[in-house]
């Protein structure tokens, strides 16, 4: 069921034992809100905790800081820029949460209802969940103090390329305004979502661009990061995210496409798109989604060269309907 | 002679024929300036003109667009996000200005006072001067339509890395949020200042890191950039802008340097800096200038080598002094 403001924050008022749940490869915005809204409950003496099917990166350490870790039985489940149930983690994870979350605040035109109650903002879709949350907040009249502020500032700034991107508003901005004037270290928020290279990232980078294959006249860029890559270069997959952004970049491109193979040998994409392609439309055509400029699947097939054909199918079949 | 806003309004005010000033190799804030006031100015029935001792990059076409090309002698000159005399061009072509400009409208507190009025903001320094020209055209109380919101948004965007460094302020980010409000193309304007990148850049990039040395423990990073380089990438130095941000998101770096070798032979290095290492004191030791976190300067030496070792000696020396 859709809500409102109102509605979700007297959920929130009327609970006092909160969980509040991430989608899995946790970004800077399902943090960043969870981060904010459990700091903002604990503010207000309730219990609550944060659950998540995954490692936290540890760029993302600073919004740690000072939250006590609660245990307890959840009066209320909350989950936070999680757009399908699937996205919650593994099979056997998310039974445990299966009918059982009560409130999803969401920014995701996708986002299925599997929350008992769920807060979108999509009419203009919201930049950042955390924008959708701020309103929450205030609404419930918790003190958005700097370290809350910290939190919600990372959502907006990782959901939109720290403003870069054609889903920033001029409230976004305005809600960036008030989160600085919090006193927020946010040129180091920046720098860690931004501007940190390991000599690893280096290594990584510089065999991922020498990847870059063109197709379908220049309209299409695809980069592969493979496990090997990863093991020549000394990094992992938790350095990958900023790669997803350079197909894209390149001049001319419609589709930049970034196909990478985890460790079990499965191919994932990445697909970021430059107006009229449409990202979602891609990967849905592989059971992904995500939004019309960047948004995810996974791809079938059992080499590389059998996962590259299938995205590129599906790239060639969005580009076709242009 | 230091003025205030209500002195620099009524300069323009009060002379109808004025030539606007850029600084060499110009960067979206001295054209964004200069593109938004004459475009403020023609809208006030004035004659305006830009005059650049340079190349001015495709990349920023879009802000001369319906801009009246006039000719006159003028009766105001007018230099913006301009510090020094000497970065008006070359020697030849600054003799046209000497002791002619009128009014200097500037964020640099390394502004030298070489006009005749100049208009500073420095306490706190505002990020770009397309901030302080913005208040200078309220205070005219010009008609800033989206024409003219998209160069001021041109230049807060270019001189803060898009509102990711230091110098962004919240009243920097309320004016981009102004600027999004008259329904300017911003996106666009991120693409290009940020996000395009050619084949020949690819090339030069996987050149640039490739040539990555740290010295001083890993507390300085630096590329180089020579003229081989840019025959074998097929690229040339208007691409190399990009570039120098990278040194310094290395982790662990205090000092990132680009070393660049121009067509003459002679080399120029940009330093970026993390705090508490100050960028302006390592090129104000070779005779450069700048800012706290990013300045530049010439550097001494008939060959490469001779040239790393001046700027790191420089490097050095600020490094001993923290």
Do not use: W
Request: hydrophobic fraction near 40%; proline fraction near 2%.
């Amino acid at each position: 069921m859709r809500i409102d403001f109102a509605f979700a924050a007297k959920l929130l008022k009327e609970h006092s034992q909160i969980e509040i749940l991430c989608h899995k490869s946790p970004d800077g915005d399902t943090l960043g809100c969870a981060y904010a809204l459990c700091r903002a409950l604990q503010s207000m003496g309730k219990k609550a905790k944060i659950s998540i099917d995954d490692v936290i990166p540890h760029s993302f350490d600073y919004m740690n800081d000072n939250i006590e870790v609660q245990q307890f039985e959840p009066d209320l489940i909350v989950a936070v820029d999680v757009a399908t149930f699937d996205l919650l983690g593994s099979k056997e994870y998310r039974e445990k949460y299966r009918d059982r979350v009560d409130l999803c605040i969401d920014h995701h035109t996708t986002n299925t209802d599997f929350a008992k109650y769920t807060l979108l903002e999509t009419e203009p879709e919201a930049a950042a969940a955390a924008e959708t949350l701020l309103l929450v907040l205030y609404e419930v009249g918790a003190d958005v103090d700097s370290g809350v502020a910290e939190c919600i500032y990372t959502g907006l700034s990782t959901d939109t390329g720290c403003f870069r991107y054609s889903n920033t508003t001029s409230r976004t901005l305005r809600m960036a305004a008030d989160m600085v004037d919090k006193d927020i270290p946010f040129e180091m928020v920046n720098k860690r979502m931004f501007e940190t290279r390991t000599k690893t990232y280096n290594a990584l980078e510089t065999l991922a661009l020498a990847s870059m294959e063109m197709h379908f006249d220049g309209k299409c860029a695809l980069i592969t990061i493979t496990q090997d890559m990863y093991h020549k270069s000394g990094s992992d997959e938790s350095e990958s995210h900023s790669l997803k952004a350079i197909p894209r970049q390149i001049e001319g491109v419609l589709a930049g496409v970034t196909l990478k193979e985890d460790a079990d040998g499965l191919f994932r994409a990445s697909v970021r798109t430059n107006a009229p392609a449409d990202a979602c439309r891609i990967c849905a055509r592989l059971g992904g989604g995500g939004h019309k400029r960047a948004a995810g699947c996974d791809v079938p097939g059992k080499t590389l060269a059998e996962a590259k054909q299938a995205i590129l199918d599906s790239v060639a079949a969005e580009l076709e309907s242009l």
